[in-house]
């Protein structure tokens, strides 16, 4: 166990608990406490960066390396454009004005702090440093070659990353379309896909570095969208 990573991992996720416990405290409405839910991210961020730092040195992942920040921008800046391609080329033409102004106004309710520290870094603690890195140990273990083990842990990873955000549709939209959940599917299992490669080739830098630019550059052509009428 690297203790000094454990311990670096779960400091960094401190701003998006923080932020997403504030976004939480005034648009969340649930069974949960404030004190509970505080408690639940707190919970988590613990048990994945310490997964982590057990598991991604054994499986051959680091923190972060030299090339961490230009491998980060350059797959980033391809996720983001494909993203780009799939919301406001497949989505947007497929739902009606009012499901779309629905999605747009809980993005703008969940606000751009909790988006980048949460998902940006939270979100790649949990699915990539701690599960990942898990998935590929395991598979070794079990005598798989490395090769297959990175795969399928890239998948599984990315595609568990994709279902946990698919609930949220029904937060958002009033009426769920089937577009909606296309969508939520193939546009998160890329973004996963994408943090995944920038996580095993360059550390978990990069990864959170792709999560991050994804949601920078997606914030300000929300914002034009919406003064332009949003449709």
Known sequence: MDWSNWLVVALICFP???????????????????????????????????AGAFAAQRAGFNLYSNEAVLTGSIIGMICSIIH??????????????????????????MGILSRVFYGGVIEEVIFRWGLLSLFVWVLQIMGLNYSFSLYTSVFISSLLFAIAHLPSIKLVATE??????????????????????????????????????????????????????GS
Not at 26 to 45: E, N, W
Not at 84 to 103: H, R, S
């Open 84 to 109: 780009f391609i799939m919301y406001y080329g497949y989505l947007k033409p497929k739902i009606t004005p009012k499901d779309f102004n629905e999605i747009e106004g809980h993005y703008r309710q």
């Open 176 to 229: 769920p379309k089937r577009e909606m959940y296309i969508y939520a599917a193939a546009g998160n299992m890329w973004v996963g896909v994408c943090a995944s490669i920038s996580f095993t080739k360059s550390g978990l830098l990069a990864a959170i570095i792709v999560h991050m630019l994804f949601h920078i550059t997606w914030y300000p052509i929300q914002a034009l969208s919406k003064k332009n009428g």
């Open 16 to 50: 998006g608990v923080y932020f997403m416990y504030k976004t939480e405290d005034v648009h969340v409405k649930d069974d949960m406490s404030d004190r509970q839910r505080l408690i639940a991210h707190l919970v988590t961020v613990i048990l994945f960066s310490g």
